[in-house]
């Protein structure tokens, strides 16, 4: 999965596919909410609110082969974010608890 950013002026120009005008007309009775399951009180108590704050990266060192890290480094402007999801994959893959 590539990631692709935008800037601020990039996503102004940007048109929406979306009917807004037809979307304000619609009532709850209009929605379909068939293919979503209905909410019980157990999933209303396991559920949590998302991170609303997000991370600041901790400046480490590492002694990482040379070949390793010209191969991200030749990826282009963001290999250190790429690194780092590379880090964060192999610990979701091979360890049991959440992060």
């Given at each position: 999965?590539?990631?692709?950013?935008?800037?601020?002026?990039?996503?102004?120009?940007?048109s929406?596919?979306?009917?807004?005008?037809?979307?304000?007309?619609?009532?709850?009775?209009?929605?379909?909410f068939?293919?979503i399951?209905?909410?019980?009180?157990e999933?209303?108590?396991?559920?949590?609110?998302?991170n609303t704050?997000?991370?600041?990266?901790?400046?480490?060192?590492?002694?990482?082969?040379?070949?390793?890290?010209?191969?991200?480094?030749?990826?282009?402007?963001?290999?250190?974010t790429?690194?780092?999801?590379?880090?964060?994959?192999?610990?979701?893959?091979?360890?049991?608890?959440?992060?």
């Open positions: 999965m590539a990631i692709v950013r935008y800037t601020r002026e990039e996503i102004d120009k940007m929406s596919r979306t009917n807004w005008e037809k979307l304000k007309k619609k009532t709850d009775e209009d929605i379909d068939s293919d399951p209905e909410w019980t009180d999933m209303f108590a396991r559920a949590t609110r998302g704050k997000p991370e600041i990266p901790e400046k480490v060192t590492l002694y990482v082969q040379p070949s390793l890290l010209s191969g991200y480094r030749r990826t282009g402007k963001g290999w250190r790429r690194l780092s999801n590379s880090f964060e994959l192999w610990l979701r893959q091979n360890q049991s608890a959440a992060l």
